[in-house]
């Protein structure tokens, strides 16, 4: 105990946390040249000094909003960095032809594109990007909405510290997990749900009951799903008798077996009902032998995520450490398992958990285990390296310029491009 006090009087003197009004410039100015020349140098910064700071007792309100900054600035480079337009199954293709549509005028198609006009978000979106952008520009809009989504998602960290009332430091170490787990990729690429996903949340964390009713409305716009993800996630998440966990899992097994039996039935059956037409498009999906063990790796790859907090639970309970809130960790383990042969099931139906709050998961289960600090330093390495294994080895990532350069802001060029014309989906690489 007293070498953690040590450190944390060490950390304090060479960070200067309290007393250095110049320090929020400081860190500012060096986030902003890693930026400019080594954008993932400016993610792990960023993380790396929202949890020291965090540890370390700081209010800086100041401090905080400049590593968020410095955090989602590289996760959206990182993004942009990402081609699109290669593969017909690239969804952009869509998104950026409604986005055409709109800039040359045709509201009337343009606004009821998805789901007969029961969908008008992300077209209502794009009419504001046609009126800000005014260029057929695939990649300046792509930029507009990753800066729009994270923005939202900064966002959905604030209602959440305010709904459980953190402490500023808390809210550091909070902050931190967070964006380290936030899955800007797969927000992007299921766009419409990406948009649905990140309201839910906001409705799910507002306190007052005006507030929730209007975020879920502006997530059922953007997808209607909302309609049933939005009570299904509130259970998942806020449920904390064993019993329903029980009863949830078997009921997810049951259904699974039904899907599992009767596939030749449902992959047949058209009701004209945007909802279930959305669930007979990925139920079709299930026959395709490569589609579906490309939904197997991608679900085993979201158990990954799990696994140390589930690890950690059996830890605490062998240690005789009572640890809560595991509840939504051990559903979600179960939702995966038993849907893992529909591809896509998962990740429409908890993308609000595993896209954006896998972070929250980690913290409010970290916060009643003793040592908090070196659980989260222990798990945020480990997530480091994985993730960073895959953004190195991966050829998508920074397929569109490289991770450093010595020209500054040498990315910024590549959002000029310009598709004026309509594009189809195939396999063609533009």
Request: a positive charge; aromatic letters at 20%.
């Amino acid at each position: 105990m007293e070498s953690d006090g040590i450190c944390e009087m060490s950390l304090l003197v060479f960070f200067d946390i309290k007393k250095d009004q110049y320090s929020p410039y400081i860190y500012l100015s060096f986030i902003v040249i890693c930026l400019a020349f080594i954008p993932p140098l400016a993610f792990l910064i960023s993380i790396f000094l929202l949890f020291i700071y965090g540890f370390s007792g700081s209010c800086r309100k100041d401090l905080l909003l400049v590593f968020i900054f410095g955090a989602s600035a590289s996760t959206v480079i990182s993004g942009v960095g990402q081609a699109n337009f290669l593969t017909f199954s690239d969804d952009y293709i869509t998104y950026y032809n409604n986005y055409l549509t709109l800039l040359n005028g045709d509201y009337s198609i343009g606004l009821t594109r998805f789901s007969k006009g029961f969908e008008p978000g992300v077209p209502i979106v794009h009419l504001l990007f046609s009126f800000i952008i005014n260029e057929p520009s695939p990649y300046i809009v792509k930029a507009f909405h990753m800066v729009f989504q994270i923005s939202l998602f900064s966002l959905c960290i604030i209602k959440i510290a305010n709904f459980y009332k953190l402490k500023v430091n808390e809210i550091f170490i909070f902050a931190g997990l967070m964006l380290l787990f936030y899955k800007s990729v797969t927000i992007f690429f299921l766009l419409r749900q990406g948009y649905a996903s990140i309201f839910i949340v906001l409705s799910l964390f507002s306190i007052g009951k005006t507030q929730k009713k209007i975020y879920w409305l502006i997530a059922i716009l953007f997808h209607v799903s909302s309609l049933i993800i939005l009570p299904f996630i509130s259970f998942v998440l806020f449920n904390k008798r064993s019993r329903n966990v029980w009863l949830a899992s078997i009921g997810m097994f049951v259904f699974s077996g039904v899907v599992f039996i009767y596939i030749n039935y449902l992959t047949g059956f058209n009701s004209g009902i945007p909802l279930l037409n959305k669930f007979n498009h990925i139920i079709q999906l299930v026959n395709a032998e490569q589609t579906l063990l490309i939904a197997i790796k991608k679900n085993l790859t979201a158990i990954i995520f799990l696994v140390p907090l589930i690890l950690l639970w059996v830890l605490g309970g062998v240690m005789r450490i009572k640890v809560n809130r595991i509840q939504p960790v051990l559903l979600f383990f179960v939702f995966i398992i038993s849907t893992i042969y529909i591809p896509g099931f998962m990740l429409r139906v908890l993308m609000p958990i595993h896209a954006l709050l896998t972070g929250y998961l980690y913290f409010t289960l970290f916060q009643f285990y003793n040592n908090l600090k070196y659980s989260v330093i222990v798990y945020s390495i480990f997530t480091l390296v994985v993730c960073g294994n895959w953004v190195i080895t991966s050829t998508s990532y920074y397929e569109r310029y490289p991770m450093f350069s010595v020209f500054p802001f040498y990315y910024i060029d590549s959002l000029f491009v310009e598709i004026p014309y309509k594009l189809e989906r195939k396999w063609e690489k533009i």
